[in-house]
T-cell receptor, first 118, second 115 residues
Framework: EAGVAQSPRYKIIEKRQSVAFWCNPI?????LYWYQQILGQGPKLLIQ????????DSQLPKDRFSAERLKGVDSTLKIQPAKLEDSAVYLC????????????????FGPGTRLTVL | KQEVTQIPAALSVPEGENLVLNCSFT??????LQWFRQDPGKGLTSLLL?????REQTSGRLNASLDKSSGRSTLYIAASQPGDSATYLC??????????????FGGGTRVLVKP
């Protein structure tokens, strides 16, 4: 079974530029998550999709971050304009089902995209 | 608001010694608790998942305990090996189903096992 795919793996940009990350979840997984992991910290949830609808985006800085999941499969996370403090690893995860039976709650993570803002 | 803390932030042990990693959380109303491993430049790999009704979970050399009332979990790794060197993250899943299965992570413990 193929895992969660993310691209690019690394990105270096200057502040005020824009950047986009792409995620392809495991086939059949209805729920998709984007996390931000700053160096030395645990991942922080930015946004959660159930199919193509947003379940939770309470920690997404909406003035500069946006995300979409068209057709309920692939997802794109965009930052515009980027700030120095956005330097982090952006992790995408997916799960078969959100809520309900516990066996469906396990999240599978992609390798992440390491963003450096200069 | 749930807060998850992992102490120590870093740990170095000689090969063969047992590892003890601690995790504490402030809100005991959790659905379950999960331990992950993260290798440099890679994503997270799930190690163990403990339901809120369970006291412990075991997989090979790994054993995780959960004391929900005191807000603590401990991950034990027996007879450590250099390949166990990684960052270990603890995450709790809240009870509110409307928020999906949102995970709140601790900051992780970076482990180095020296040969």
């Amino acid at each position: 079974e193929a895992g969660v795919a993310q691209s690019p793996r690394y990105k270096i940009i200057e502040k005020r530029q824009s950047v986009a990350f792409w995620c392809n979840p495991i086939s059949g997984h209805a729920t998709l998550y984007w996390y931000q992991q700053i160096l030395g910290q645990g991942p922080k949830l930015l946004i959660q999709f159930q199919n193509n609808g947003v379940v939770d985006d309470s920690q997404l800085p909406k003035d500069r971050f946006s995300a979409e999941r068209l057709k309920g499969v692939d997802s794109t996370l965009k930052i515009q304009p980027a700030k120095l403090e956005d330097s982090a690893v952006y992790l995408c995860a997916s799960s078969l089902f959100s809520g309900g039976a516990i066996s469906y709650n396990e999240q599978f993570f992609g390798p992440g995209t390491r963003l450096t803002v200069l | 608001k749930q807060e998850v803390t992992q102490i120590p932030a870093a740990l170095s042990v000689p090969e063969g010694e047992n590892l003890v990693l601690n995790c504490s959380f402030t809100d005991s109303a959790i659905y379950n608790l999960q331990w992950f491993r993260q290798d440099p430049g890679k994503g997270l790999t799930s190690l163990l998942l403990i339901q809120s009704s369970q006291r412990e979970q075991t997989s090979g050399r790994l054993n995780a305990s959960l004391d929900k009332s005191s807000g603590r979990s401990t991950l034990y790794i027996a007879a450590s090996q250099p390949g166990d060197s990684a960052t270990y993250l603890c995450a709790v899943r809240g009870m509110i189903k409307a928020a999906g299965n949102k995970l709140t992570f601790g900051g992780g413990t970076r482990v180095l096992v020296k040969p």
